[in-house]
């Protein structure tokens, strides 16, 4: 390759040629080339491929042309992703937890409030099944019979006669910090806490679908869409939920939500509080629209924090958290017209 002349690069699956030359074998006057099919599917796809120049006879190196492979080149970068978006991450992590966070902060009658709200459906998904069933002769040649739930009750019969009935029901009330993981899962599960409003470039119930329709013929039909059609189609949806983003955030008024975020401290020393802020812009996400952005506050007092967390966050200006509560806010800044300001109620925040 020539000084100052920029290396090929193909964005689009279909202009990949069907058969790929990866390499080359050298023999004396000439070489041999090494090829592999086209891969079905584009991750498979390797880093860069050879192709023959215009003019060249193809027995030498030096008449192919080194093109880089690289697909995510035609893709808009304000989108979020067709497969392991943020929001998807998310929900898969909170679906999955399995231990406790360990809370900062924790508002106990709330979160006390709340979980008795759903409680129901929580013991539901928790109720035992029959654990054993067991069926014995005793020596005596008498047949017993036990079923078993587990630290619930156990019945014993004998000759179809009932000679033992333990009932045992030892009911231990959780604590605080475990009925909020259980709530937290039980909320997500029925769509009522807002998840995706730290970001950004979120993914509308049409772009959702489109997605969900492309992966479907990837992998379960193995029909493949050329990529540049893919990212014409969701740049369009995609484009037009960001335009969205902004007027839709006044939805979010009196509505629980959960954002994990980094947070900047602002001490408010007149109200012996925290004032805690984060803040992210639009004006690269909406063309035409310059220094709109999106802030979020909650105040804390330092005295409401854990004690055992109080030294790590009176140290740090800012740190990233997970923050759940009630949006009771949700409006353009008096003072700044450009700024929409959500502020949050927090009924918990953990690492």
Known sequence: MKENEKEKIITSYSEIPNILIVGFNKYRGGVSKRTIPKPEKPHDLPPYIFILKDGQKGNLEEHYEKVEINLSKGIDPTLPQRE???LSLKIQGIQNLQTTPAMVYIDDDMIQKLYSTYSPDILEAQ????????MRRSAGGQLEAEVGLPKFVSIVFQDNELIDFRQTINYVERNVDDKYKLLIKELVKRGQVVLDLEFENKKSKDLEKFDSLINSLESDFKVLVDSTTIESVRGNLGRQTIKESLRTLEETYNKLV??????EKKVDKDAQ???????FNFSKLIKGQDNQSVEVQFSLKASDIRSRWQRVYAKEPTKTINL???IYESGWKDEDPNTWLIRVMPYAVHP
């Open 84 to 86: 392991n978006d943020p």
């Open 127 to 134: 109720l035992p099944i029959i654990e054993k069933v067991v």
């Open 324 to 326: 759940f509560g009630t």
């Open 273 to 279: 509080s925290e004032e805690i802020v984060y803040n």
């Open 258 to 263: 959960l954002i994990h975020a980094k947070f």
